[in-house]
């Protein structure tokens, strides 16, 4: 708001400047064609707040889905160490077959004694 009453009173000054040296229709012009200025200057500056607004509030929204994000994956990070630690306490095909063979082994040495 500081920037529109800035602006306010130095179009004021320059409204007094430009009076002493024109006639009444060119001041009636001038004075319109100022307003007419001085208006715009106010919407963009309306304009500008919004818009402002609007980031905040996506910025926050943002913030907010950051914060959701990054548990989830905090949540997925720990499942899979869960995971790997079950992963690594079973055995591998390998391993299995080769006590499978050892099995079958003792069970023929034990028919046989």
């Keep these: 708001m500081f920037a529109t009453e800035w602006r306010t009173l130095n179009m004021i000054k320059k409204k007094k400047a430009v009076k002493k040296n024109l006639n009444t229709n060119e ?63 079973k055995i591998s095909r390998d391993e299995f077959i080769l006590l499978e063979k050892r099995v079958i082994f003792l069970e023929r040495a034990k028919t046989k004694a």
């Design 27 to 89: 001041q009636n012009y001038v004075e319109v064609l100022l307003e007419d200025i001085n208006s715009k200057f106010d919407f963009l500056v309306d304009s500008h707040q919004f818009l402002n607004q609007k980031v905040d509030t996506l910025d926050q929204k943002v913030d907010a889905l950051d914060f959701s994000l990054n548990q989830k994956i905090d949540v997925i990070a720990e499942e899979i160490h869960l995971i790997r630690n079950d992963l690594k306490e």
